[in-house]
């Protein structure tokens, strides 16, 4: 079990929020955005802070067991520039047909290892081990906060991917809503569950063990294969056989079968990044049992509907189109700033 640390926090009668979740009412996703953090591209390597060593301060959450050398394995820190904010409430309210709320919800950073060259695809399977844990055991405690309705656990590595900082790093976001992409694939799963009353990941893996056309290898309970309609070259995903609908009950409660998991991720990202060494991975589990939709019907069959899985999306820039992965979109400039901005802009004619 981690070490849970106790961070101290502003006031929810004080703060105030730099960011703020806008709503679009054609496609329902959505938007965070505001006017702030300018800084982008990864931190230098100079004076880590998240190096052991570090003298820089860091809120520390949770931290898993001693490693060699050093005090910690992985552990979970507040993001130095959160776009989420775990004080106060979302306030959601109307602007006409515009819908908006504060960015209330939590953004953490899990340091995968106290070296700072050991990434996911060098350090060793225990190494990688203590991170699946540690992630587990941050998911299923944010599900413990009844607002929170979805957490994202993602990785952008490389510059054109919009890696932040040099240390091996993996990023969580908490919100008060399900993100689109997850939605569609809520959706999908449900109705594909009331015809048939199978899962439909369960079906796909069954069909693509059974062709033997798109699997890149199988190791333990775990399959890496490419998906019959990639959005991006060389898109990969990484499934457990067994049917598991939250990714945090198979590596808490099924911890035996996570050297396998380990193993499978470290040689998927190995052959990945003989294509590309820039890529997003993100991991998609189920919403939060907490807090139900009342309208949506999603979560009553979400156990059998539904099955975790992690998505691996290479940036290659020779092949590069218009596409994101991103669960929600981010924009660093508010809509307001960008009209002041060009409107002031000098043009010809």
């Not at 209330?104 to 899990?110: K, P, R, W």
């Not at 890696?163 to 694939?185: C, D, G, K, N």
């Not at 409660?253 to 996570?258: F, P, W």
């Amino acid at each position: 079990m981690p070490v849970e640390i106790a961070v101290d926090a502003p006031s929810p009668a004080v703060f105030t929020y730099a960011m703020e979740l806008r709503k679009d009412p054609i496609t329902r996703s959505w938007v965070i955005t505001g006017d702030d953090r300018a800084e982008s591209g990864p931190r230098p390597d100079s004076a880590c802070r998240f190096c052991p060593e570090a003298t820089a301060a860091t809120q520390v959450i949770a931290a898993m067991p001693n490693t060699v050398g050093a005090s910690w394995s992985a552990r979970a820190v507040v993001h130095p520039a959160p776009l989420y904010h775990i004080e106060g409430e979302p306030g959601r309210r109307g602007d006409g047909l515009y819908d908006t709320m504060h960015s209330v919800g939590a953004h953490e950073l899990l340091v995968e290892n106290p070296r700072h060259d050991h990434h996911l695809w060098n350090a060793s399977d225990p190494e990688i081990e203590w991170f699946l844990r540690l992630a587990a055991e941050r998911i299923f405690d944010l599900k413990r906060d009844p607002r929170i309705k979805y957490i994202s656990l993602f990785k952008d590595y490389g510059a054109h991917a919009g890696q932040e900082f040099a240390h091996p790093t993996s990023q969580i976001t908490a919100t008060m809503f399900v993100p689109r992409r997850v939605l569609y694939e809520l959706r999908a799963g449900r109705e594909y569950f009331l015809s048939k009353e199978r899962c439909v990941f369960c079906d796909i893996i069954h069909q693509e063990e059974r062709q033997a056309l798109r699997v890149i290898e199988a190791r333990g309970d775990y399959l890496a294969l490419c998906p019959y309609a990639p959005r991006v070259p060389y898109e990969t995903w990484i499934l457990p056989r067994s049917h598991e609908a939250a990714f945090e009950r198979t590596a808490l409660v099924r911890q035996g079968q996570l050297a396998d998991l380990a193993a499978l991720l470290r040689r998927t990202l190995q052959r990945v990044r003989t294509v590309t060494e820039e890529f997003h991975l993100v991991l998609h589990t189920s919403p939060n049992h907490l807090h139900p939709s009342k309208t949506l019907g999603y979560w009553k069959t979400i156990d059998d509907d539904y099955h975790w899985h992690i998505e691996i999306l290479p940036v290659l820039g020779s092949k590069a189109r218009s596409y994101t992965f991103k669960e929600v979109y981010y924009s660093p400039v508010s809509s307001e700033t960008a009209v002041k901005q060009l409107r002031g802009t000098k043009i010809d004619g």
